[in-house]
């Protein structure tokens, strides 16, 4: 059974860092693109980054050169560093991937639990 497991969230001060990261577990054949959601209190749930299986990225504007996405394939990990955090960043942040499970071929849409990340002095 594949599953996203996503450490790293918590508390930080406003101008600070925080990495997050996405783990797949499982018997995984391939990954596609992996993204990252965030949902804050009484919003829609919006697109923060995401990486392609070769690497290419994209950001939302209100993170552009402050969040980086990057992926370690041999780890089936994608990492979210997060630099100058600003509390209106404070959300439930979400990892989303599409991957192949072992034994299949097609793509799954697979989600983590969420990892609360809160900017505040």
């Known amino acids: 059974q594949v599953q996203l497991v996503e450490p790293g969230g918590g508390l930080v001060q406003p101008g600070g860092p925080l990495r997050l990261s996405c783990a797949a577990s499982?018997?995984?054949?391939?990954?596609?693109?992996v993204t990252w959601y965030r949902q804050a209190p009484g919003k829609q749930r919006e697109l923060v980054a995401g990486?392609?299986?070769?690497?290419?990225?994209n950001y939302a504007d209100s993170v552009k050169g402050r969040f980086t996405i990057s992926r370690d394939n041999a780890k089936n990990t994608v990492y979210l560093q997060m630099n100058s955090l600003k509390p209106e960043d404070t959300a439930v942040y979400y990892c989303?991937?599409?991957?192949?499970?072992?034994?299949?071929?097609?793509?799954?849409?697979?989600w983590g639990q969420g990892t609360q990340v809160t900017v505040s002095s």
């Open positions: 990486i392609a299986s070769g690497g290419s990225t």
């Open positions: 499982g018997s995984i054949k391939s990954t596609n693109v």
């Open positions: 989303n991937a599409g991957l192949v499970q072992s034994g299949r071929y097609y793509l799954e849409d697979f």
